[in-house]
């Protein structure tokens, strides 16, 4: 069954650093999204791509946020200078070319920063 | 934007009792409504999905009711399981480019054998 995969599944970084986590999503599908999840806390939506480019963005996702999909296949989150309540567990997610369909969540990356 | 509740936080229910989560949505322009199911540590999955021109979808144990006029759908679970034992997350979006979803607060619900 296809999968939607994230790498790495757990990053360490030091605050103020750059992150990229990086995403392979569903083959065929054309939707792509970021969440993230505080622990114990529900699942927040940062930011939706579609057809190259960002479709909505939550007031989560300020400049400090991109994304990316250098190729046919990855889709990447980019933090370029990382809080400590950057913290959580970042879920990509893809969904099919019709809407409204469901989305498929990645395995998470949990983000620690210290 | 859209504002999602869901109700209760925690549900514990006995083994082969029936589980009711609710969620309420705030925009009438919603139009789709998945249900997620997150076992501690895991990914959220998918597991039923209903749209707003249909009223009620059953799969197995599991149906999913909508309101449009009341603005709330429901999550219902039948002879629960302990493996049915997770945190249930309701969501709602709406068709447009983003189909960006707003998810609710989460249930945990534990059944007990």
């Known amino acids: 069954e296809p999968e939607v995969t994230q790498t790495p599944s757990h990053q360490v970084t030091q605050m103020g650093q750059e992150v990229i986590l990086r995403c392979v999503p569903i083959?065929?599908?054309?939707?792509f999204y970021w969440y993230r999840q505080i622990l114990g806390q529900k699942v927040e939506f940062l930011v939706s791509?579609?057809?190259?480019?960002?479709?909505?963005k939550s007031e989560i996702f300020d400049d400090q946020f991109s994304v990316e999909r250098p190729d046919g296949s990855n889709f990447t989150l980019k933090i370029r200078s990382t809080k400590l309540e950057d913290s959580a567990m970042y879920f990509c997610?893809?969904?099919?070319?019709?809407?409204?369909?469901?989305?498929?969540f990645g395995q998470g990356t949990r983000l620690t920063v210290v | 934007g859209e504002n999602v509740e869901q109700h209760p936080s925690t549900l514990s229910v006995q083994e082969g009792d029936s589980a009711v989560i609710k969620c309420t949505y705030s925009?009438?322009?919603?139009?789709?409504f998945p249900w997620y199911k997150q076992e501690l540590g895991k990914r959220p999955q998918l597991i039923i999905d209903?749209?707003?021109?249909?009223g009620e979808k059953k799969d197995q144990r599991i149906a999913v009711t909508l309101n449009k006029t009341a603005k709330h759908f429901s999550l219902h679970i039948t002879e629960t399981q302990p493996e049915d034992s997770a945190v249930y997350f309701c969501?709602?979006?709406?068709?447009?480019?983003?189909?960006?979803?707003?998810f609710g607060t989460g249930t945990s619900l534990t059944v007990i054998p």
């Open positions: 997610a893809s969904s099919e070319w019709w809407a409204p369909s469901g989305a498929f």
């Open positions: 083959s065929n599908h054309l939707y």
């Open positions: 791509f579609y057809n190259n480019e960002i479709s909505e």
């Open positions: 925009d009438s322009a919603s139009n789709y």
């Open positions: 209903i749209r707003s021109n249909v």
């Open positions: 969501a709602a979006s709406k068709t447009n480019t983003g189909n960006q979803f707003y």
